[in-house]
């Protein structure tokens, strides 16, 4: 799929994010593939995906769209989404639709700056689908002039300078959207189908949802503590 048929295929549509890391019950490509293909057959028009392995696996399972992450922690920074050059060619290679990247200020590891690792990568994959993950507007305006083609508000409440922030941060979506005319999709903190319409209303191409759906545990965590 080019750019545009990716961007029809999720227009106004929801993408649920399938991801289980290491430390959590699910954690296996081949439960995250049925997680996917669940969720394609309740209507969802996209997925996201984090990993090589469960990239492949889903991508055998369902016909959808997949937005690819990878994640890594590093000791010398605080990005882990898809955070090296390296982590970009991987997910080139196991054919995600969309590829997603930290597109904070924040160094990543090795103290490079996002300029340097994604430009190079704008060049060589003028194909491509980059969606910069952000966490606040001067996230996505610079990441609009460097050639990103999707703004999402992922990381909007999980940075430094961001925490404390209410979500879903309306705002941003309508920002982004708004002020520049941006493709959005809203991701963070979407918990009710009324907060999913609200997105729509604020602009939003298409919106993320993860763990209000695939992630039990939490969800079970969150009507526990709702009782205690």
């Not at 890594?72 to 990247?101: H, M, N, Q, R």
């Not at 597109?103 to 689908?129: C, M, N, S």
């Not at 002039?145 to 404390?164: N, P, Q, R, S, V």
Request: with cysteine; charged share 30%; hydrophobic share 40%.
């Amino acid at each position: 799929m080019n750019k545009q048929e990716i961007l029809d295929k999720i227009k106004n549509g929801l993408i649920v994010s399938c991801q289980a890391l290491e430390d959590e019950p699910l954690h296996s490509s081949y439960i995250m593939s049925r997680m996917a293909f669940a969720a394609m057959e309740g209507g969802a028009c996209g997925i996201r995906a984090n990993s090589v392995e469960d990239i492949r696996e889903i991508k055998k399972t369902v016909s959808l769209p997949v937005i690819g992450i990878i994640k890594t922690v590093f000791d010398d920074s605080d990005v882990y989404i898809t955070s090296t050059a390296e982590d970009v060619e991987k997910l080139i290679e196991c054919k995600a639709d969309v590829i997603a990247i930290d597109a904070t200020d924040r160094l990543r590891h090795g103290k490079k700056t996002l300029d340097e690792i994604f430009i190079p990568l704008r060049e060589k994959y003028p194909e491509a689908v980059f969606m910069a993950d952000c966490s606040c507007f001067e996230d996505g305006e610079h990441a609009l002039k460097i050639g990103f083609d999707i703004l999402g508000t992922t990381l909007a409440g999980y940075t430094e300078k961001t925490k404390g922030r209410e979500l879903p941060d309306f705002e941003l979506m309508s920002r982004f959207a708004n002020e520049l005319g941006a493709t959005v999709i809203a991701e963070g903190g979407i918990w009710t189908p009324e907060q999913l319409k609200k997105a729509f209303e604020c602009g939003a191409h298409a919106a993320v949802i993860g763990t209000a759906i695939t992630r039990p545990r939490e969800i079970t965590k969150r009507f526990v503590n709702a009782i205690k």
